[in-house]
């Protein structure tokens, strides 16, 4: 990948580090502009740090499964308490996928817990119905 002087990336080079389709990129312009996702409008190319926000978003909606208001919120929630982005995080190692395997360890268990939630739910409604049909 070319990276000028200025540590800048064009549209295809984000997209070619990013492992993401340049339209899908472009979707994210749209939707992610107000956190600071966007190239910068003097020479239209993307700064180191739009580079780590672009990990970010696709960290939060690929790997951890977040909506695209989940993933804005979570973006905030990053930028606003100083969190580093993934590709800094010191339990991020990409070489070996183990912050992947984590994340998706998180993921499922979170489901596990979702379902659980559900059951619980589902089985008090029951017992509600039982007792007010007496």
């Known amino acids: 990948m070319k990276k000028n002087k200025s540590n800048k990336y064009t549209l295809a080079d984000l997209s070619n580090k990013l492992d993401i389709e340049e339209q899908i990129i472009q979707f994210w312009l749209e939707e992610f502009s107000e956190i600071g996702f ?18 970010l978003i696709k960290r939060f909606l690929y790997e951890e499964g977040f909506t695209l208001k989940g993933a804005k919120r979570r973006l905030k929630f990053h930028e606003s308490n100083g969190i580093k982005a993934a590709s800094e995080r010191d339990d991020l190692d990409n070489s070996s996928g183990k ?8 993921v499922a268990a979170a489901r596990n817990e979702s379902v659980e939630i559900s059951r619980i739910i589902s089985e008090q409604l029951k017992r509600f119905d039982q007792i007010t049909n007496l």
Not at 43 to 53: G, P, Q, R, T, Y
Not at 99 to 106: E, H, R, S
Request: hydrophobic share 35%; proline share 4%.
């Open 38 to 55: 966007c190239p910068d409008t003097k020479d239209n190319l993307f700064s180191a740090e739009a580079f780590k926000k672009g990990l």
């Open 99 to 106: 912050g992947v395997v984590k994340n998706q360890k998180a």
